[in-house]
T-cell receptor, first 116, second 115 residues
Framework: AQKVTQAQTEISVVEKEDVTLDCVYE???????LFWYKQPPSGELVFLIR??????QNEISGRYSWNFQKSTSSFNFTITASQVVDSAVYFC?????????????FGQGTRLTINP | DTGVSQDPRHKITKRGQNVTFRCDPI?????LYWYRQTLGQGPEFLTY????????KSRLLSDRFSAERPKGSFSTLEIQRTEQGDSAMYLC?????????????FGPGTRLTVL
């Protein structure tokens, strides 16, 4: 069965600090996709990144970076030089490619608070 | 490009009443998904449509829940005889289904409160 675990329920840091959000997943499939979404107080889930299981290259987008390690089944997300606007709940999600629904299985989320 | 829209954004109802939510996906996205998110949890899959066909339903979707997508465009989710446990955020998402890697884009959600 698929499972996503985000062990950090809440993280609070001071602005400009770097912060890493952890994500560990379980799946029996060899082909799957991993996602990160951001949920600000308004409630809408905002897509941040998608990574497929065959691509273990790390990715950087501005202050955001993602570290995918298949050996440890982890897909961690780092925000460098955090800003107050980064405050939100962040979700990691998994989709198994061979299943027809492509439904997303989400972790419980990490509430990130950036204090000025 | 218009995103996924949902209506209403908030709904307060009394236990036992019926409620209906609407989702308008991104234009030309043929897959539409419904998820439910309770407080402090991640979204959970409820059901999805490919065009007008409902292809999978979660065990979370009890007999009191029904979803439709009659013309393959907008979708409705109805809950009959609401219970307090139905209080949650109901999220809709869509994707173009060009490949298995397609990203789901979410609407702002409908927050349901059952008194």
């Amino acid at each position: 069965a698929q499972k996503v675990t985000q062990a950090q329920t809440e993280i609070s840091v001071v602005e400009k600090e770097d912060v890493t959000l952890d994500c560990v997943y379980e799946t029996r499939d060899t082909t799957y996709y991993l996602f990160w979404y951001k949920q600000p107080p308004s409630g809408e889930l905002v897509f941040l990144i998608r990574r497929n299981s065959f691509d273990e290259q790390n990715e950087i987008s501005g202050r955001y970076s993602w570290n995918f390690q298949k050996s440890t089944s982890s897909f961690n997300f780092t925000i460098t030089a955090s800003q107050v606007v980064d405050s939100a709940v962040y979700f990691c999600a998994l989709s198994e490619a061979r299943r027809g629904a492509q439904k997303l299985v989400f972790g419980q989320g990490t509430r990130l608070t950036i204090n000025p | 490009d218009t995103g996924v829209s949902q209506d209403p954004r908030h709904k307060i109802t009394k236990r036992g009443q019926n409620v209906t939510f609407r989702c308008d996906p991104i234009s030309e996205h043929n897959r539409l998904y419904w998820y439910r998110q309770t407080l402090g949890q991640g979204p959970e899959f409820l059901t999805y449509f490919q065009n007008e066909a409902q292809l999978e339903k979660s065990r979370l979707l009890s007999d009191r829940f029904s979803a439709e997508r009659p013309k393959g465009s907008f979708s409705t989710l109805e809950i009959q005889r609401t219970e307090q446990g139905d209080s949650a955020m109901y999220l809709c998402a869509s994707n173009p289904n060009r490949s298995r890697a397609d990203t789901q884009y979410f609407g702002p959600g409908t927050r349901l409160t059952v008194l």
